[in-house]
C-alpha cells in the first residue's frame, strides 16, 4: 500500500526549485571595462574618416593622438603642463592642509566650533572663482592669485569633510582613549586624525575635480601658460586639434590626480 | 586597596524636563581580590555606576573613592560592551595602548603586550585588524588591552551582551580562568543573573526607579567548578533568589518598553 502511494507521487509533474538570484552573482570578463571606451573611439574614428562629422568642429582621434605626439616633441606640453602643475599642487597642498588641521580643531573644541562653523558654512556657497578678480586686485597678477583661488576652492569641502569625521567619530573610543590614560594632544593624534581620516579623503577626492576646475577656468580668465590659457588660444583660433589634445591633456590628469589619492588612500587605512 | 562607594547619587533631567533620579543611596565596597558582580533589570542604572566608578560620569553627590593607596596613582581599566577597539589599531597596538600612554617603554611594552595576547588565546593574531576578527576574539583583545595596564581595579561593563551564547560560556569559563592567574579586584556589570552567580564572589542587586541596592549576596561556592553537577541545586537557588528579587523591576521595565 505505502509502495503504492510512494509510485503515484513519482509520477506526479514535477518542477525543480532553481536558485533565483543567480544572476547577481555574474561575472564579467576583465576586458570589459575596456570594451565600451574602444567601442567609442572606433565609432568616433570611423564617423571622421568618413568626414561624416566635419573636422573643424571633431577631429578624430587618431590626428589628436599625432597633434598630441608633435606638441610634446616641440616642448609646448612640457611647458603648460609644468605651469598648471605647480599651481595644481600649490594650491592644493596649501588648500588641503589648512582644511584638516583647522576641521581637526573646529571639530574637537566645542568654543570654536560654536564660534566659527557658522562663518565656514556661510562662506562655503560662494562660487569660490567669483574672487579671483578680487584676489588679482589684491595680490597682482602672478601666480599668488590663483594659488590662492585653488586652495581656498579645496579648502572648504576638506574641512567640512574632516569636521563631519570628527563629529561622526565612535564616542565609545574616545571613553576608552579617556579610560588608559590619553591626554588631549594624544586623543587628537591617536584617536580623533585616524577616525577622521577617511572622511578626510572622501573630501580630499571631491577637492580634486573642483581644483581641476579653478585651475582651468582661473589660467583661462588670467594667465598666458598653462594648459586652459592654451586650449583657450587655440579655440580662438578654431585649431580644434591643438584644443582637444589639451581636454585630453587635462582629462589624463584628472584621473591621475584620482588614482594617486586612492593609492595613498588604500597606504594609509588599511584597516579598512 | 580597596574601592570604596559613599553616598553615591545621580539625578538628570530627561527630554521631558523631568528629573530623574538614576541611582540613590548607593553605598559598597569592592575588596582587594574581590569579584564583585552588578546585576539589575534594564533601566536600574547599573552603567551609569560602572561609569561613575570608571571615572567617565560624575555623581550627583557622594563619592568614590580608593583606600590604602600607598604613595601611587590608582589605575583602572575597563572592558566594554561596545569592545571599542581602535579600528587603526592591529590587535598587538590595542593591546599596548594603556602602557604606551603611561609611557612604558618598548620593552615593557613588549613583554606585557605578549603576556596578556597569549593569556586571553590571541598569540598569531597580533597583527591582524579587529574588523578581521570575529566578536568574541575582538573581545578577548579589549580584555588583553584592560588587563595590560595591570589595573588596581578591572572594570567590565556587559563585556559579553554581543556575543552568541556559545561564545559567551567559553568567554565566561576563560575570564575565571584568567581571574584565577590575576586576582584583580573587579566590578562587572551584567543583566544575566546566570554569569552573575557563575562570576560573583558577591552579587549586588539593584532595584529601578530609582536604582537603589536591593540586596547584596555572597556566593558561597568555590570560584572554580560552579557548573559542576555537586553545585548544580546551590547555583538554582542562588539564581532564584535573584530572580525573585529583580522580577517584577524587569516586568515593569519591559512594560515602559526599553
Sequence with gaps: MERAVHNQADQQPRQNIVNRLDFLDKKTPIYTPILGILGILIIWETLSQLEVVSALYLPAPSTILAMGWGMFTTGEIHTNLLASLIRLAAGFAIGASLGIVIGLILGFFRWLDAMFIPVVYSLFPIPKIALLPLFIMWLGVGETPKVTLIAIGVFFPILINTYTGVKNIDPSLIKAAVTFGAKPFNIIRKVILPGALPMVFAGLKVAASISLLLLVAAEMIAALNGVGAMILRYGNLMMTT???VGVLILSLLGLLFNRLLEWAERKLLPWK | MRITVEN????????????????????CTIAEQEFVVLVGPSGCGKSTLLNIVGGLLSPSSGSVYFEGVQGKEPRLSIVFQEIALFPWRTVYE??????????????EQQE??????????????ESAYPKQLSGGMKQRAGIARALAVEPD??????????????TRTIMQEELLSIWDRTKLSTLYVTHNIQEAVYL???VIVMSRRPGEIKSIIPINLPKIGRDRE??????????????????NDAQAALKEGE
Design chain 1, 242 to 244: 591643438n584644443l582637444m
Design chain 2, 8 to 27: 553615591v547619587e545621580k539625578r538628570y533631567i530627561d527630554s521631558n524636563k523631568q528629573e530623574v533620579t538614576a541611582l540613590k543611596n548607593i553605598n
Design chain 2, 112 to 125: 606585557k603586550g605578549r603576556h596578556y595576547i597569549e593569556m586571553v588565546g590571541l598569540s598569531g593574531f
Design chain 2, 200 to 202: 560573583a564572589d558577591r
Design chain 2, 94 to 107: 590595542n593591546v599596548i595602548f594603556g602602557l604606551e600612554e603611561r609611557g612604558a617603554s618598548k620593552k
Design chain 2, 230 to 247: 555537586e553545585h548544580r541545586l546551590e547555583f538554582e537557588r542562588y539564581v532564584d533568589q535573584i530572580w525573585q528579587l529583580i522580577r
Design chain 2, 153 to 166: 581595579l578591572l572594570l567590565m561593563d556587559e563585556p559579553f551582551s554581543a556575543l552568541d551564547a556559545q
